[in-house]
């Protein structure tokens, strides 16, 4: 089976600009969450989906949005980008809400220059 | 929320087993995971605990007390490809807003040694 694939795998933009960053789950895994890594760091908890309802929040300001498709894929956008929004964006694939692994896609590293 | 605690360094030989500790103050706990990520790449799921005990999984096992608040992952018969970071997460609780929410430490650099 295939596991959580993310699309682009690097991705450079300029500072203002909008960027959105694609992730498909295991096949049967219904969440999908963003997390935002920096070098030297732990990732950062961003979004949670689950039957494509959010069903949990991190501490980003307002420019960072997800949503999730009927067929479980997820969007992440990131509007007015900043320099420090420069990281590795992974996407997590989880089968249930609050139940069994988490598996990371490979990631997107995004570079804001 | 959630602290958690793990050494930021260590160093051991091709060979040996190596013990990595992890440490955690939570407001909700629904499940402890260890991660193995190599520079520049994504991490790799190793390990899972939900319950105090030990779950092994070939030359990876983790351990749990829920009580202390505290979870080892330990490596036997190192090799030189298990030189990465190794990141401890717990998962919020339901009740306390995170559903599948991971809180992770900052890792620990480990280095393998002939």
């Known amino acids: 089976d295939a596991g959580v694939t993310q699309s682009p795998t690097h991705l450079i933009k300029t500072r203002g600009q909008q960027v959105t960053l694609r992730c498909s789950p295991i096949?049967?895994?219904?969440?999908v969450s963003w997390y935002q890594q920096v070098l030297g760091q732990g990732p950062q908890f961003i979004f949670q989906?689950?039957?494509?309802?959010e069903r949990g929040r991190g501490n980003f300001p307002d420019r960072f949005s997800a949503r999730q498709f009927p067929n479980y894929s997820s969007e992440l956008n990131v509007n007015a980008l900043l320099l420090g929004d420069s990281a590795l964006y992974l996407c997590?694939?989880?089968w249930g809400q609050g139940k069994g692994e988490q598996y990371f896609g490979p990631g997107t590293r995004l570079t804001v220059t | 929320g959630q602290n958690i605690d793990q050494p930021t360094e260590m160093t051991a030989t091709e060979g040996a087993i190596v013990q990595i500790n992890c440490t955690y103050q939570t407001s909700g706990f629904n499940g402890l995971f260890w991660y193995q990520q190599h520079a520049g790449e994504a991490p790799t799921f190793l390990s899972y605990?939900?319950?105090?005990g030990l779950e092994e999984k070939g030359r990876f096992s983790s351990f749990l007390s829920r009580s202390k608040g505290y979870s080892y992952l330990l490596l036997k018969e190192l090799q030189m490809k298990d030189s990465a970071s190794y990141l401890c997460?717990?998962?919020?609780?339901?009740?306390?807003?995170?559903?599948?929410?991971?809180?992770f430490g900052t890792g620990t650099q480990l280095k393998v040694e002939l």
């Open positions: 096949s049967g895994h219904k969440s």
């Open positions: 997590a694939s989880s």
């Open positions: 997460a717990v998962r919020d609780g339901i009740l306390t807003g995170g559903g599948n929410k991971l809180t």
């Open positions: 605990n939900v319950l105090d």
């Open positions: 989906y689950y039957e494509k309802e």
